[in-house]
Nanobody, 120 residues
């Protein structure tokens, strides 16, 4: 099991909702921004949303703004992605990421991803 573990993906109909979670072990991402990315079949990895360490600064990709909400619970070392009004174009492998300064260098940590499939 890796340092970042995503969960919550699944198959949903257009207009439905899902809530993704990413649990970081060993306080890996505490004190650092955390992000969600996604990778659709045949496409490059795409930024989805980011949240600062304290949760006060948040950003979204234009195509999910107003539909997705990122949040984090630092006590549980977990970041969430609430996805609403899902459309088929949201179908992708959703990946959690953080960049942390450890072992005297910056390290990028990625989870294995959780699959989201939206059907019409």
């Amino acid at each position: 099991q890796g340092l970042l573990v995503e969960s919550g993906g699944g198959l949903v109909q257009t207009g439905g909702s899902l809530r993704l979670a990413c649990a970081a072990s060993e306080r890996t991402c505490n004190g650092y921004n955390m992000d969600w990315f996604r990778r659709a079949p045949g496409k490059e990895r795409q930024f989805v949303a980011a949240i600062s360490s304290g949760g006060s600064s948040i950003s979204y990709a234009d195509d999910v703004k107003g539909r997705f909400t990122i949040s984090r619970d630092n006590a549980k070392n977990t970041v969430f992605l609430q996805m609403s009004r899902l459309i088929p174009e949201d179908t992708a492998l959703y990946l959690c990421h953080c960049r942390a300064f450890q072992f005297h260098t910056w390290n990028d940590y990625w989870g294995q991803g959780t699959q989201v499939t939206v059907v019409s």
